[in-house]
């Protein structure tokens, strides 16, 4: 399944061995390999990569390295504070800590760059990469442009591997430097991230099995997250709920469907904490096991509201009815006088029942702010604090900003949370929500 790395240099099974560690991955280890040449022969003195998190930089480069036993340092742009760090792991990863120990107290770069030079010169190319490379625009201004022809500095074989999230044009000094050569690693499809999530079974399990769950797992999770990090948590976190029916000997392997209906509901559950993660891993399985064990399917929505203001949870109410009843029963509900309303205008037939199928439907902030000022009615709202928890409640992916290009003063949202959820955030502040939703008269 794994493609093949060829380069003259390096050795067969080694190579064939990277490469079955990078699956999907083999164009860019390809052109990093011809990049980099035979081992003896000068690399380009600096590459810059790029690409989305979680995107397989580090692991590319870590494969590489540690399988065809490159000499190279590796540092994190994060750790390495200051540039006396910076120097002092490269010369110990390179020569040792005697030679990393004759660095002053605090080396400049001329000190850094004789004494490398007082060493023995390469055999072979020198690496060194730099994880989250954006961090070094902060750093001191002459280290970039210096760090990106090192090469000709140290009169060396040595090459700068950068790494980050963000493009090269951002990095560039206005003064101009020495361009690194630029390689993109575009996210992975669909296709992908099964092909590699599938790779992670269980030897227990047969392949198509794993794979089967795989696929089920992305069916759910695809359309809110393609971060293969928290894909491959998500995986392992439900791997387990996903065999139960197996071991309890009720279904056999074969009876996908059988297994897909057990799965599924609670995967849907799961995503409501895809980005939140108000719960850790383990705290999400013993939630899990707390409810089996008292057998109260409570749902993970009743553990949310605990990290939500109180004011917000008004908020993310009022953002509800909103979102589900038809502005023109507003009167109606929150007007405390409102007059006569006939009961055969306020009830239209088709209109009734239909809004929770029809799912979420844009509102003004202006709508929000008056819903909410009357369902927190006399508890005292402070006005300051509101936008700022509005968009709070955007951040936590509970609202969903719609916005139109051409309506840049009057945004609307819509409300993203389910029915469940917001009944219980609802009970946690005793606020009857079902009296207030048109549907549910
Ligand atoms: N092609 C792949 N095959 C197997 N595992 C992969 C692949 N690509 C990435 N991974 C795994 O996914 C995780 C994230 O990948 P990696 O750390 O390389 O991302 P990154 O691009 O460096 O992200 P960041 O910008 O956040 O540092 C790692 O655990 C890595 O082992
Ligand atoms: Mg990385």
């Given at each position: 399944m794994a493609g093949l790395l060829e380069h003259p240099g390096y050795d067969e099974e080694r190579l064939k061995r990277a490469a079955e560690q990078l699956p999907c991955r083999e164009v860019q280890a390809g052109m990093l390999l011809s990049l980099m040449g035979e081992p003896h022969q000068y690399c380009y003195p600096s590459i810059f990569i790029y690409g989305h998190r979680a995107s397989g930089k580090s692991h590319v480069i870590n494969v590489l390295m540690k399988e065809l036993e490159l000499p190279h340092a590796t540092l994190s742009?994060?750790?390495?504070?200051?540039?006396?760090?910076?120097?002092?792991?490269?010369?110990?990863?390179?020569?040792?800590?005697?030679?990393?120990?004759l660095l002053p107290r605090s080396p400049s770069l001329t000190d850094f760059v004789r004494i490398y030079r007082q060493q023995s010169p390469a055999r072979q190319t020198r690496y060194i990469v730099m994880e989250k490379a954006e961090l070094l625009r902060d750093a001191d201004a002459n280290l970039l442009p210096a760090l990106l022809r090192l090469q000709e500095l140290v009169e060396d074989n040595v090459t700068v591997i950068l790494l980050s999230e963000i493009v090269w044009d951002t990095f560039r000094p206005n003064t101009g430097c020495f361009e690194p050569l630029l390689l993109h690693f575009p996210d992975y499809s669909k296709v992908e991230l099964q092909q590699i999530l599938s790779q992670d079974r269980h030897p227990s399990f047969s392949a198509e099995l794993y794979s089967f769950y795989v696929s089920v797992l992305l069916g759910v999770f695809y359309s809110v997250c393609r971060d293969l990090r928290e894909l491959r948590h998500l995986a392992a976190l439900n791997f387990s709920k996903f065999c139960e029916p197996l071991a309890e000997g009720k279904v056999?392997?074969?009876?996908?469907?059988?297994?897909?209906?057990?799965?599924?509901?609670?995967?849907?559950?799961?995503?409501?904490?895809?980005?939140?993660?108000?719960?850790?891993?383990?705290?999400?399985?013993?939630?899990?096991?707390?409810?089996?064990?008292?057998?109260?399917?409570?749902?993970?929505?009743?553990?949310?509201?605990?990290?939500?203001?109180?004011?917000?949870?008004?908020?993310?109410?009022?953002?509800?009815?909103?979102?589900?009843?038809?502005?023109?029963?507003?009167?109606?509900?929150?007007?405390?006088?409102?007059?006569?309303?006939?009961?055969?205008?306020?009830?239209?037939?088709?209109?009734?029942?239909?809004?929770?199928?029809?799912?979420?439907?844009?509102?003004?902030?202006?709508?929000?702010?008056?819903?909410?000022?009357?369902?927190?009615?006399?508890?005292?709202?402070?006005?300051?604090?509101?936008?700022?928890?509005?968009?709070?409640?955007?951040?936590?992916?509970?609202?969903?900003?719609?916005?139109?290009?051409?309506?840049?003063?009057?945004?609307?949202?819509?409300?993203?949370?389910?029915?469940?959820?917001?009944?219980?955030?609802s009970r946690t502040v005793n606020f009857d929500i079902m009296k207030y939703l048109y549907d549910f008269l």
């Open positions: 742009c994060v750790e390495c504070v200051s540039v006396a760090l910076l120097f002092e792991q490269v010369l110990r990863s390179f020569f040792g800590c005697d030679v990393a120990s056999k392997e074969t009876d996908t469907h059988k297994l897909w209906k057990n799965i599924e509901p609670h995967l849907k559950k799961a995503m409501q904490t895809v980005y939140l993660r108000e719960v850790s891993s383990l705290q999400w399985e013993q939630m899990q096991q707390m409810e089996e064990e008292t057998g109260a399917l409570k749902g993970l929505s009743a553990h949310t509201h605990v990290e939500l203001p109180f004011y917000s949870k008004f908020l993310l109410i009022a953002a509800y009815l909103a979102s589900y009843n038809p502005a023109r029963t507003d009167k109606r509900f929150f007007l405390k006088h409102h007059g006569k309303i006939k009961k055969t205008n306020f009830l239209k037939k088709n209109e009734k029942t239909t809004n929770h199928l029809l799912g979420p439907k844009p509102f003004p902030l202006d709508r929000l702010l008056a819903i909410f000022y009357s369902v927190v009615d006399g508890r005292v709202a402070p006005t300051a604090s509101i936008f700022s928890q509005i968009s709070s409640l955007v951040t936590l992916q509970l609202l969903a900003q719609v916005s139109h290009d051409d309506q840049l003063d009057s945004p609307k949202y819509k409300c993203a949370v389910s029915l469940e959820f917001i009944c219980n955030i």
